[in-house]
């Protein structure tokens, strides 16, 4: 467990110092905030909020908010799956370019723990 994780704990310092990870995580932000703000002004065509209130006055607000939240964490996710593809596809090529894989090999570590690690540090990140 231990090895698990040492090799979380370096693949998550080492997409911080490639910045890979502060990139995900503003591609994210950004992202979201983006189309949050695109499905806003396209659900309500230019109308005011007060126009939207009175026209679905009988509607509770959380009935008015479902569809573009929903919408919303679709993008999310189709944001976030491709960053995190990104970034999953390039941890194991960078281990044997920077020679790091030879390192590993000496380790009595297995491939299990290896991809193992390299995948709870992607979740983790």
Known sequence: MNKL??????EIVMAWRRRSLPILWILLL?????FALLVTSVNHNGMS???IM????????YVLNTI??????????LIFSVGITMMI???????R????????????????DYLAGKVLAAWGA
């Open 97 to 112: 370019q920077f020679k790091v894989r030879e390192l590993l090999d000496t380790l009595p570590i297995s491939r299990a």
């Open 68 to 77: 573009p939240i929903i919408n919303v964490l679709l993008a999310g996710t």
């Open 30 to 34: 950004v992202g979201v905030v983006g």
């Open 49 to 51: 909020l007060a126009e």
């Open 89 to 95: 596809c390039e941890m194991i090529p960078l281990d």
């Open 54 to 61: 009175g026209r679905n006055a009988n509607k509770p607000a």
């Open 5 to 10: 994780t040492a090799i979380v704990h370096y």
